[in-house]
């Protein structure tokens, strides 16, 4: 698929500007959790409580962001994003006990709320309506490296200058880096988004929007449980893995595989898939965790790089599913509130997963994925029964 050059440049502008609000927000606790529970004198659980208390902020501002976004375009809020983000940041690095370190995740995740996927996919959505899909695939290519590179940098500068200072230090780049692309490169209002709504007054609505609340439930639903086990298996994998028989290295070289597994499921989506409505990659998606989870818990270590490259290939495909099935659905109309709507339990799930999924491997082990089967399976019934529902767009 070939962009205009004026796509691309917003593309990797976007791109770019999530791989650094994804790094330097949500990979952060990965690596600075442990050394700012040490200097800060707390448990550990308390700087990911913390965290978890950021992504409900989030949860609860990501439809008032939404509708905004839906009036008056992307641009002010992404890099209003960066300020939010820069301060959150810049708390956490001067923080002196828990107070301050509560203040510091809360202002992140009002950040997040404004500049991360939904934010930007419903930047685009306004920008480019119902031509958006190429344009949501192509920055969670980008951005779907952000763990790869930040996580080394987060831990370069960790051991060289100290926690605080890698917070300062990030806090710079979203000043320096990521206001002035989202900012100056990123184009303002929404113009298209008005356009296509009156377009479709000539368009016959689908299944799916004379049904709009039972259509909103189920994929609320299945943004929800999938969210849940990203989050779940991004926190525990490599124990997992172990406890599922696998050597620790093997463990750890399995579950490095699932960034690269991602990159590829998105590409797949990018070349192949965009060629057919998002359903049938949400679907495609949605049952290769399940299926790889079966494989690990019926054939133990063996099966623990295919369960890793399944997992990755389909959680990739999912997070672009997660911008473009709301968009194919409802039009662009309304996205970035509706998308708030739907994203919303996606944020509590995904608070709530890594304690309680600690919690199933410790009295089951491997067998705790059973759980994430059946949130996958119900999750793929909920897509198969949105079979007909959604004719608006045909791909």
């Known amino acids: 698929m070939i962009m205009p050059a004026k796509q691309t440049r917003v593309i990797v502008a976007l791109g770019s500007a999530q791989t650094l609000a994804w790094g330097s927000t949500y990979y952060l606790p990965a690596i600075l959790a442990v050394p700012m529970a040490h200097d800060l004198d707390v448990p550990t659980g308390m700087v990911f409580a913390a965290f978890s208390a950021g992504l409900m902020v989030s949860a609860c501002l990501g439809p008032l962001v939404g509708r905004r976004i839906d009036r008056f375009g992307g641009r002010g809020v992404l890099a209003i994003s960066n300020l939010v983000f820069a301060t959150g940041l810049a708390v956490l690095g001067a923080a002196g006990g828990a107070g301050m370190l509560f203040t510091g995740w809360l202002l992140i995740g009002a950040g997040m709320a404004m500049g991360l996927y939904e934010a930007a996919f419903s930047t685009l959505a306004g920008i480019y309506g119902r031509n958006a899909r190429g344009a949501i695939t192509g920055i969670t290519l980008i951005a779907g490296l952000a763990s790869t590179i930040c996580w080394p940098i987060t831990a370069y500068l960790e051991a060289e200058v100290g926690w605080r200072m890698a917070c300062f230090i990030w806090a710079m780049a979203h000043l320096v880096i990521g206001l002035p692309l989202n900012r100056l490169v990123v184009p303002s209002g929404s113009q298209s988004v008005a356009r296509e709504s009156q377009d479709m007054s000539h368009t016959p609505p689908g299944r799916g929007a004379e049904r709009p609340s039972l259509t909103m439930a189920l994929l609320a ?23 599922a028989g696998a050597s620790p290295a093997v463990a750890i070289g399995a579950a490095a595989l699932v960034g690269p ?27 290769a965790h399940p299926l790889g989870a079966l494989m690990v818990i019926a054939f133990g270590a063996p099966a623990v790089i295919i369960f890793a490259l399944l997992h990755g290939a389909g959680n990739g495909i999912l997070t672009i599913a997660k911008g473009t099935l709301p968009l194919a659905i409802f039009g662009p109309s309304g996205y970035g509130f509706r998308q708030g709507l739907l994203m919303a339990p996606a944020r509590f799930c995904q608070a709530g997963a890594p304690f309680l999924f600690a919690l199933l ?28 529902t959604s004719k608006v767009e045909h791909a």
């Open 221 to 243: 639903f299945v943004f929800a449980v999938t969210w849940f086990t990203s989050t779940a298996m991004a926190t525990h994998l490599p124990l997992l893995l172990q406890e």
């Open 261 to 287: 597994a991602q990159v590829a499921g998105r590409l797949l989506e990018f070349g192949i898939l965009q060629r057919f409505h998002p359903l049938l990659s949400a679907r495609l998606a949605i049952v």
């Open 361 to 388: 491997i410790e009295r089951y082990g491997a067998a705790a994925l059973l759980l994430s089967i059946i949130l996958g399976l119900t999750g793929l019934a909920a897509l198969l029964s949105l079979t007909s």
